[in-house]
Every structure is written in C-alpha cells, then in structure tokens.
C-alpha cells in the first residue's frame, strides 16, 4: 500500500504561483510513476501532469505546459508541482497519484494506471 498526502493547496490571484506537495509513505519503492490530476466542479478528473520515479521523464497537459513543473526528491518521497501564471480555469482540486507499475508508452495520462490516490487539495484562482 501506499498512502499519499497533498498541501501547498490554496486561493490566490490570476498571475500568481502555488507549489503543491505530495508526500507518499509506505510501499513506496515500487512506484512507476507519480501524476497530478484536477478535477474542477461538474468535470472529469485530467490528467495535469506526471514523472517516471527513477528516470525522472515528465510529461504535461498541453494547458499547463510552460507554466507547472513537476519535480520529484527521491529522498524524502515527495513529489511537488510548481503552478505560476495560474488562470481562473486552474480553479480544481489538485490530486496526486501513483502507479506501481509499467504505465504503456503513451498512456501515462490515463486514471486507469494510478492505484493510488490522495485526498486532494483545492486549488482557487481569483480573477
């Protein structure tokens, strides 16, 4: 099992930054991969963001590229997301996730890999 606990969660400005933290415990040695998903309110949960725990590939949304990064410390098994020039339709809960196993090529940004969930952390961007 693993156990994942987000925060850096919060309101803020149009333009501004945030950096979410995702901490995972337990079996942690056997993640593939650890992703962000948001899901804002009457949507689907999609895919924000992801990275390969041991070769550090990452992988991004099209709406987010150029403006999140996802970084990983091995050591202290966190993973964070680094969010600047947020826009109002950032405005979701921010979920952190993890694979314990091979994700295809290309199919990283599928919900279907991640057995793994946080609790979430909601996300507001003021106009």
């Known amino acids: 099992q693993v156990q994942l606990v987000e925060s850096g969660g919060g309101l803020v400005q149009a333009g501004g930054s945030l950096r979410l933290s995702c901490a995972a415990s337990?079996?942690?040695?056997?993640?593939?991969?650890m992703g962000w998903f948001r899901q804002a309110p009457g949507k689907e949960r999609d895919f924000v963001t992801a990275?390969?725990?041991?070769?550090?590939?990452?992988y991004y949304a099209d709406s987010v590229k150029g403006r999140f990064t996802i970084s990983r410390d091995n050591a202290k098994n966190t993973v964070y997301l680094q969010m600047n020039s947020l826009k109002p339709e950032d405005t979701a809960v921010y979920y952190c996730?993890?694979?314990?196993?091979?994700?295809?090529?290309?199919?990283?940004?599928?919900?279907?890999?991640?057995?793994?969930w946080g609790q979430g952390t909601q996300v507001t961007v003021s106009s």
């Open positions: 996730a993890a694979s314990s196993r091979d994700v295809p090529a290309g199919q990283i940004d599928r919900r279907f890999w991640y057995a793994y």
């Open positions: 337990g079996r942690t040695f056997s993640n593939y991969a």
């Open positions: 990275i390969t725990w041991s070769s550090g590939n990452t």
